[in-house]
Structure formats: structure tokens, C-alpha cells
């Protein structure tokens, strides 16, 4: 199996094993980014070594997996996302504001903002140059901005001022992706959804349990091979797991709870 350099942890903090020294594809994979990833230069997504490096990866018995889910159940039964919401109207928005941002980045701006606006009625009453000054501390918080009034003036005209329910009507607001509507979906309607954020994708790759050169990809496996009576919390547990374990630059390997699953060659237990 290829070894992972230093140098390409270092660059990218994407630390899959399928990323090969000389590789150039990178997955396109930021915090919360919705926009698509730009072409690889070679198709369909990755290099022949890319390639060959996620297939020498073993891949995990269902056994495995469902060790792995059952240790992350015991340890956390209830998972709970961490960007703060009062209704899936708030929940959607914060989610668009946390794109290329941390949650506690965005919690700090939505407190105050959710008090006045929780609705996208209220949301349009201060308008578009006030909720700039509420999510002044957000990273490309102009765009956002726009983009939070432009849905909320769609989910009126369009969705009887609600958050719609399917992933197609969830995508198609300013400024919503397809991890925007799997969380959405996910957190506000119980759907099985696996929303796949920097961390997510992170650990998938890294531990061999859903490999993948995009996050679609990673998506489409996780559901594929995580049992459905895992299926409510398993994007929250990959998520805290990749946040407070499965760090990208200093994995804590030794407090890990899954590291004798782990496939990672670099792993350090
Ligand atoms: S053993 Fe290390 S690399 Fe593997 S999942 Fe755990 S923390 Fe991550």
C-alpha cells in the first residue's frame, strides 16, 4: 500500500490512504462547501493510483462495521449536532452560514440573529444590510447574507414559508447543497441521511470504512455499508469522531475507540 507523506498531510489535511505522493487529484472536500468541486484532470475523479491505493485498502466485514457503530453507540447514545437551532428554518440557515466556518463561529452570530429572526418572514423584516451585521464574524458573510434572504424569499413564494422536505426542493435554495439538505434531512426530518463534512470524509477514508475520491462517493458508501439501526446518528458519530479523535493533523490514536479496526497505515497504535 502507498505510504502517505508528510508533506501531503501537512498541505491538505486530508489524510485518506488513497492519497499517493504525486497524486494530483484532490478530493474537493471543505468545511461545509457546497459549490461543486472543480474537474479532476483525470476521469472519472482520481488517478489510477489513486485508484489502486482505495482498493489495497481491506475493505471491513459488516461485522466490523457493526462493532465499530456499537462502540460509538455506547460511548455516545445520542449524538447531537453542534450548530445551534431553534426549527428547521434556523437549522437551515445556520447550516448555510457554516460553510467554511466553524459551528462555534456560527452559534455566536445565530444567537442573537435567532432571536429576532426565526422565521423567513422575520428573517426579510430587518433585511439583507442588518442580518450583515449579525453574521459580520462569518467567513464570506456578504454572500451569505444574500443568500439567506434570497432562500428565505423562496421558501415563502415557493414552500409556504417551510423548510420542504425532499433533498431536490432542499437544493434548489440559494446557497444549499447536497450536504446542506442531508443535514437538513437528517437532523430536521429523521431522514437516514449521511451528510459528509470535512470529518466525515476524513475518517472514511482514513480508517478504510467508506472509501472514497468525493464526498458523494463516501456518501453513497457510507449507506451502503452502515446497518439502518445505525443509520439516525452515524453521520454525527463520524463527525465528533473526526472532530475530537480523529484529528487531521494529530490523530489521538490511543484514546481511539475503534483503532484495532482502523486500516490507516500511519495510525499510531
Ligand atoms: S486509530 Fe487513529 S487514524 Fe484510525 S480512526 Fe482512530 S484516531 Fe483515526
Redesign the pocket.
Same mark, same amino acid.
Given at each position: 500500500m502507498a505510504k502517505i507523506t508528510r508533506r501531503s498531510l501537512t498541505k491538505s489535511k486530508l489524510t485518506a490512504p488513497r492519497r499517493v505522493k504525486k497524486s494530483r487529484n484532490r478530493p474537493a472536500v471543505s468545511q461545509g462547501r457546497e459549490k461543486p468541486a472543480k474537474k479532476p484532470a483525470t476521469k472519472p475523479g482520481h488517478s489510477r493510483a489513486t485508484r489502486k491505493s482505495i482498493k489495497a485498502i481491506k475493505a471491513w466485514t459488516p461485522a466490523e462495521v457493526r462493532e465499530a457503530f456499537s462502540r460509538f453507540r455506547k460511548a455516545n447514545p445520542e449524538p447531537k449536532g453542534e450548530l445551534e437551532h431553534l426549527n428547521p428554518y434556523t437549522l437551515l440557515v445556520a447550516v448555510v452560514l457554516s460553510a467554511q466556518a466553524t459551528d462555534a463561529g456560527v452559534n455566536k452570530a445565530t444567537r442573537a440573529l435567532f432571536e429576532v429572526a426565526d422565521t423567513p418572514q422575520k428573517m426579510l423584516e430587518p433585511g439583507e444590510e442588518k442580518l450583515r451585521d449579525y453574521i459580520r464574524t462569518i467567513g464570506l458573510y456578504r454572500n451569505k447574507a444574500k443568500n439567506v434572504i434570497a432562500l428565505s424569499k423562496k421558501l415563502i413564494a415557493e414552500f409556504g414559508g417551510e423548510v420542504p422536505r425532499t433533498r431536490a426542493e432542499i437544493e434548489s435554495l440559494p446557497g444549499a447543497g447536497r450536504k446542506t439538505a442531508n443535514v437538513v434531512l437528517n437532523m430536521a426530518y429523521g431522514e437516514h441521511t449521511m451528510a459528509v463534512d470535512t470529518h466525515v470524509f476524513r475518517?472514511a477514508n #482514513? &480508517?478504510g470504512l467508506a472509501p472514497g475520491n468525493t464526498p458523494l462517493e463516501v456518501e453513497l458508501e457510507l449507506e451502503r455499508v452502515v446497518p439502518a439501526e445505525f443509520k439516525p446518528h452515524a453521520h454525527h458519530w463520524l463527525i465528533l469522531h473526526g472532530r475530537y &479523535? /480523529?484529528l487531521a493533523r494529530k490523530? #489521538? /490514536?490511543e484514546v /481511539?475507540l475503534?483503532?484495532d479496526l /482502523?486500516r490507516?497505515p500511519e495510525?499510531t497504535?
Open positions: 475518517v #482514513r &480508517t &479523535t /480523529c490523530p #489521538r /490514536c /481511539c475503534i483503532n /482502523c490507516w495510525k497504535v
